[in-house]
């Protein structure tokens, strides 16, 4: 057990002070341009939670939160189970799997705003290799108007991007699993579901938490990506919650591009707030099961 | 036996499904895309990559890049290093809720906080310089590299410390003399997340530079004009990637370490 000591406060000084400068300073001021009409920095007049109710009640706001979702549904689904299996089959290929491993981690360092380019040029119907390649098989690949061609680019881009996180995290917590567990399940004639579900998934639960708060808050904020693809269309097709957020900044409305913030903000935190709990219980459970 | 072959055709569809777009990339940047002096469009050449250095704005981008990503990873292995050290060897008053404020940073989508960030920055003249966007990347490396330093002191036993105040070392003295050294595969794959994370971010990066110190990212932003050269565009891309490529051959072993989360 650790010693209690507050003077320990003293060792986080440098990191409390750099935090309150970029983080908290920041957010207390987006809490407080969330309750003012601001249209110059120097004139702001407060309006309690007028900002709030309309963007609660708001049509434009369920419809972008609808959409936020429904993409992070959508990538974690694909994601998530791709990535085990992938990286399923990576163990097993030994060698070949490890450097495998290194290249599925290439997309992570490509900066934000190169994926898109990247991908554009990639499905450009007369000089990208996937584009000639769909043109010639017939396929009327078109991301600009059909909406759920937007939607498959985007999904398909955001897989390429995150896969190499989900696969190196699932890897490291299934290569720790000695051999022996898997030969006394082969004795006991455990089926392959049956080894996944009582003998790997239990090992990479912890890392597929992480992976699943870090693939969530990323995929429900996405910005970077998706507004270079389509900008939001065809017709607010793909217009996300942060989509809408910066055309409020873009357009002044400063109060109610804060209190916008401030709500996004809340969602985050309070999925955060789950994800903490949930991984306490599993780990006071996981005490419990040993003692 | 038979298991093998829709192993390989798997493992050939991956590879293909992560290379097609990089291979794209490099193919256009080794392509003449707008006919230059002596090339004519649609040629393979070097055009591209001679056309980044001789043009001042890429070149600077490039070192604004560094100098940024540097001095962000270096703030962050200065300020977790001791924070760290308290979160591995101590409980005190407050200790999850720092560590539930510090995911809550972690995980805050830059656009919530880049209008206030932008204000704040302005009064302090960081805006347009390399300097305040290596701030403002702590917001988001800093818990980071808290986390991976202290699951990586957590491993050393408390002895060892110990041992080391009894020889009359002071806390900074023990610091440089033994722990770094003791945790220096934790400072690698610390040093290797901050600087992968601070590499590819571009909100922050955007409104921090309206019109000087630009990174690499914002140099490529600026080349979409209304008759862009995407081979120009695609060199950048591929030497945007290769410090990346470096990062994560010299972690290639500890790679996986990074993410024991810690609340």
């Known amino acids: 057990m650790k010693p209690q000591d507050n003077r320990a406060w003293l060792l986080l000084l440098p990191a409390s002070a750099l935090m309150a400068f970029v983080g908290l300073v920041p957010l207390v001021t987006v809490l407080n341009f969330s309750f003012h009409d601001i249209f110059m920095l120097d004139s702001m007049h407060w309006v309690g939670a007028e900002w709030y109710e309309s963007i609660i009640t708001s049509p434009a706001f369920h419809a972008s939160l609808a959409r936020s979702l429904l993409f992070s549904a959508l990538a974690l689904g694909v994601q998530l189970p791709l990535g085990i299996a992938v990286a399923l089959m990576l163990l097993r290929a030994g060698r070949l799997g490890r450097l495998m491993l290194l290249l599925v981690a290439v997309p992570l360092v490509v900066p934000w705003n190169m994926i898109p380019i990247m991908w554009l040029s990639l499905v450009n119907p007369d000089t990208g290799l996937a584009g000639q390649a769909m043109r010639a098989l017939g396929i009327a690949f078109d991301y600009k108007f059909t909406a759920w061609h937007t939607w498959a680019l985007l999904v398909v881009m955001d897989t390429w991007h995150w896969l190499g996180l989900v696969v190196i995290l699932a890897y490291a917590g299934l290569s720790g699993i000695p051999p022996a567990y898997h030969q006394a399940a082969a004795i006991d004639g455990a089926s392959r579901w049956q080894r996944f579900r009582f003998i790997e998934l239990p090992r990479i639960m912890g890392a597929l938490f992480i992976v699943i708060l870090l693939r969530f808050v990323d995929s429900f904020m996405i910005y970077t990506e998706a507004f270079a693809i389509n900008a939001g269309g065809p017709n607010g097709a793909t217009t996300f919650l942060s989509l809408a957020l910066g055309e409020e900044i873009k357009g002044f409305s400063y109060g109610s591009a804060a209190a916008h913030a401030m709500v996004y903000f809340l969602i985050v935190v309070a999925v955060v707030r789950v994800f903490v709990t949930a991984t306490d219980q599993r780990k006071r459970s996981a005490e419990r099961g040993m003692a | ?263």
């Not at chain 2, 950048?236 to 609340?263: D, E, K, Y």
């Open chain 2, 1 to 263: 036996m038979i298991r093998r072959i829709p192993t390989a055709l798997a493992l050939v569809a991956l590879a293909g499904f992560i290379l097609l777009p990089l291979a794209q990339t490099i193919l256009l940047s080794f392509t003449a895309t707008l006919p230059h002096d002596g090339v004519t469009e649609g040629e393979i050449s070097l055009i591209n990559y001679r056309n980044i250095f001789a043009s001042p704005a890429l070149v600077d981008s490039l070192r604004n890049s560094l100098v940024y990503v540097l001095l962000n990873v270096a703030l962050c292995l200065i300020a977790g290093l001791p924070a760290a050290y308290a979160f591995a060897r101590y409980r005190f008053v407050g200790d999850r809720h720092f560590l539930f404020l510090m995911l809550a940073f972690r995980v805050t989508p830059p656009v919530v906080l880049s209008l206030p960030i932008f204000i704040l920055f302005a009064q302090f003249g960081l805006v347009n310089s390399p300097v305040g966007i290596a701030l403002v990347h702590c917001l988001f490396n800093l818990p980071i590299a808290i986390w991976i330093l202290e699951s990586f002191i957590a491993a050393v036993p408390r002895e060892f410390d110990e041992t080391a105040f009894l020889d009359g070392h002071s806390l900074p003295g023990f610091f440089l003399r033994h722990l770094i050294p003791a945790i220096a595969p934790g400072i690698g794959v610390a040093a290797f997340f901050c600087f992968v994370f601070s590499w590819v971010e571009v909100v922050f990066a955007r409104i921090l530079t309206v019109t000087d110190g630009k990174p690499i990212t914002m140099a490529i932003n600026a080349l979409f004009t209304f008759q862009t050269d995407f081979g120009l565009v695609m060199a950048m891309t591929i030497f945007s990637l290769l410090p990346g490529l470096a990062m994560i051959w010299f972690v290639r072993n500890h790679i996986a370490r990074g993410f024991v989360i810690r609340t």
